[in-house]
């Protein structure tokens, strides 16, 4: 979950590499460090951000047209300047970034201290370089030959990039489980964990592959396997613009990105649905359209928001295309021995691509001869490239560690993908189809209307800053919608958090209600409505501070609510969309009056690439 950058080409590297890891900080931002090789390889490095690592160095020349820069999200180690990358071998020649796991360290550790190895820090990093320093000096070979056979010896996940006092001219990266991308300039090249860092300087760029070595120089790439297979790698071209990456006079990214959701809502459906026709048209999932009338069974897997995203995919395929759905933690589910067939359909979500248990579980039911789609969000990402077909959601980048439109944009494509299957299948006519369709094409008006209710929300924020703990309830679809909610509050206000069933609340958690617990309730005029008031009152009777979710010219639950939002009514099922909405800006507002660094909540990153 690190972020890394590297350069090589004509220009002065620091800048590019200090703007680049300020772009990925939403990958970590406990410690960051760069290294320049001017004349010889210079390391600087410090805990904290990469503002304190500017300010750090900000009165030492910064010289050299070769480096490479790390902002960590740590995993073996404490955050502390010693932790912090780059690392260098033991005989200062060699030094290293790092993202991911190498989970057989401490057996390769112990061999090297066996030779007289002595490390400085508490990483797998620095036993990885010094790995390479070993083998290098064992057989004499060259550089990429080295990194080659060393990673030939280690079990994990990692992107890698290396430099050498002896090579100036010359980088080394590698990737296994974890992103990288290199950007393909003239005489120059950009790497990167992701596409943002180099947008501004080439719009071509490389996809490294699993178990690949890029040796690159100032005018040269060649990439090779782990079999020493020299690859002809593609060259794509990104469609990401720079505008995008800036917060846009937005006070934060997570507030911007919350904004957005109209158009990125309205992004995912365009060219997908035809509502006056009754048509849904997914391109991706062309092919698969006789495999989908018989199919027995989907199995979502996802992680976090993803997977609250696929609970509601879970209601809307079953309830208009009539097939069986589980939706499953994909870091439990790849640990399992699932029983998986050929007769069914996975569905991977995953915002970044990249997450690390997803990717795994698609392996597992890759083996068992499962179809998979995927529905992510970035293009050549490596989930896209596991799957048999899928649908991007088209939401643009994310710069939030908290994800707000990535979640309406996945509901938006499960939606269309539900109906689609729904079609294909013939369980859904047309005439109803052409409802639905022109109702969903109004949401991102809807969602319009909703923002407009923002400086309430952040009135009835500030009456709750100081709670402890929250209880979201929801009924039917509306329980993901809870789910999710819980999770932005405790995400980045740390208060804890957790969402119900509200039929689930007399089996445990009412127990926690008194005049201090605000609990908060998506109490819309759906199917459940009036179970829901039955739940209001239950928590009333018990003294719990009422704030509600409710449609546009409610009067029942206004008489027993200490506050409500409305929201515009619409169709059952796209509640989702509409009423997660109120509960994104209801956290924001919470985690802002409390303090806290809502674009880059503690202890978390954007893309967990690592178990």
């Given at each position: 979950m690190c972020g890394i950058v590297g350069y090589i080409g004509f220009r002065d590297a620091y800048p590019i590499i200090i703007k680049g890891l300020h772009?990925?900080?939403?990958?970590?931002?406990?410690?960051?460090?760069?290294?320049?090789?001017?004349?010889?390889?210079?390391?600087?490095?410090?805990?904290?951000?990469?503002?304190?690592?500017?300010?750090?160095?900000?009165?030492?020349?910064?010289?050299?047209?070769?480096?490479?820069g790390h902002t960590r999200w740590a995993t073996h180690g404490a955050p502390s300047?010693?932790?912090?990358?780059?690392?260098?071998?033991?005989?200062r020649e060699l030094t290293i970034i790092h993202n991911g796991i190498i989970e057989n360290y401490a057996t390769i550790k112990e061999a090297l201290i066996?030779?007289?190895?002595?490390?400085?820090?508490?990483?797998?990093?620095?036993?990885?370089?010094?790995?390479i320093e070993n083998i290098q000096d064992e057989t004499q070979l060259d550089l990429q030959e080295v990194v080659r056979i060393a990673l030939t010896q280690v079990n994990g996940a990692y992107a890698i990039v290396l430099m050498s006092n002896d090579e100036p001219d010359r980088l080394i990266a590698a990737r296994k489980g974890s992103p990288m991308v290199i950007g393909v300039g003239k005489n120059e090249y950009f790497i990167a964990s992701d596409a943002t860092p180099i947008v501004e300087y080439t719009r071509n760029v490389i996809y490294l592959n699993d178990s690949e070595i890029a040796d690159i120089s100032r005018n040269s790439l060649v990439i090779k396997s782990l079999d020493n297979v020299v690859q002809q790698p593609y060259v794509h071209e990104l469609e990401l613009k720079l505008e995008m990456l800036e917060k846009g006079?937005?006070?934060?990214?997570?507030?911007?990105?919350i904004y957005e959701q109209p158009r990125s809502i309205k992004d995912c459906m365009r060219g997908r649905m035809h509502p006056q026709q009754g048509l849904v048209q997914l391109g991706g999932l062309k092919s698969y359209a006789e495999k989908l009338k018989n199919i027995d069974r989907i199995i979502i897997v996802a992680c976090g928001t993803s997977w609250h995203a696929g609970l509601v995919g879970e209601y809307l395929i079953e309830e208009y295309a009539r097939v069986p759905v589980e939706v499953e933690y994909a870091s439990e589910f790849r640990y399992r021995n699932p029983i998986v067939s050929e007769k069914d359909l996975v569905i991977a979500i995953s915002q970044s691509g990249e997450t690390a248990d997803t990717m795994a579980a698609l392996e597992l039911v890759k083996e068992k001869g499962a179809t998979i789609f995927g529905v992510c969000n970035v293009a050549g990402a490596s989930i896209p490239r596991l799957t048999d077909a899928g649908v991007y959601t088209h939401a643009g980048p994310e710069i939030g560690v908290a994800s707000t439109k990535a979640f309406t944009a996945q509901v938006t494509v499960l939606t269309l993908i539900a109906f689609y299957i729904a079609q294909i299948r013939g369980t859904l006519n047309q005439s109803k189809l052409i409802t639905l369709l022109t109702e969903l094409d109004q949401i991102p008006d809807l969602v319009e209307q909703v923002l407009a209710h923002n400086a309430q929300i952040e009135i009835i924020a500030r009456k709750?800053?100081?709670?402890?703990?929250?209880?979201?309830?929801?009924?039917?679809?509306?329980?993901?919608?809870?789910?999710?909610?819980?999770?932005?509050?405790?995400?980045?206000?740390?208060?804890?958090?957790?969402?119900?069933?509200?039929?689930?609340?007399?089996?445990?958690?009412?127990?926690?209600?008194?005049?201090?617990?605000?609990?908060?309730?998506?109490?819309?005029?759906?199917?459940?409505?009036?179970?829901?008031?039955?739940?209001?009152?239950?928590?009333?009777?018990?003294?719990g501070k009422l704030i509600a979710i409710v449609s546009e010219g409610d009067t029942e639950v206004k008489k027993m609510a200490d506050y409500v939002i409305e929201i515009p009514q619409t169709d059952e099922a796209f509640l989702p969309l509409v009423a997660t909405i109120p509960l994104q800006l209801l956290a924001y507002h919470i985690a802002l009056m409390r303090g806290c660094n809502v674009d880059q909540p503690r202890n978390l990153a954007k893309s967990v690439t690592v178990e």
């Open positions: 772009r990925l900080e939403y990958r970590g931002y406990d410690s960051a460090g760069v290294a320049l090789l001017d004349q010889e390889i210079k390391v600087y490095k410090k805990a904290g951000k990469v503002s304190d690592l500017e300010n750090f160095v900000k009165d030492i020349p910064m010289k050299g047209t070769a480096g490479m300047d010693r932790n912090s990358h780059p690392h260098s071998s033991g005989n066996e030779k007289g190895h002595e490390f400085k820090s508490d990483t797998d990093t620095e036993v990885l370089i010094h790995l006079g937005f006070d934060h990214f997570m507030l911007k990105e709750f800053k100081d709670s402890a703990n929250c209880l979201f309830l929801g009924r039917g679809i509306a329980f993901p919608v809870a789910l999710e909610g819980a999770l932005k509050l405790k995400e980045i206000s740390y208060i804890h958090a957790e969402g119900y069933p509200a039929g689930e609340m007399k089996h445990g958690p009412i127990a926690l209600i008194d005049e201090a617990m605000p609990v908060i309730f998506i109490a819309t005029k759906h199917s459940s409505y009036e179970k829901v008031i039955s739940n209001i009152q239950e928590v009333k009777a018990r003294g």
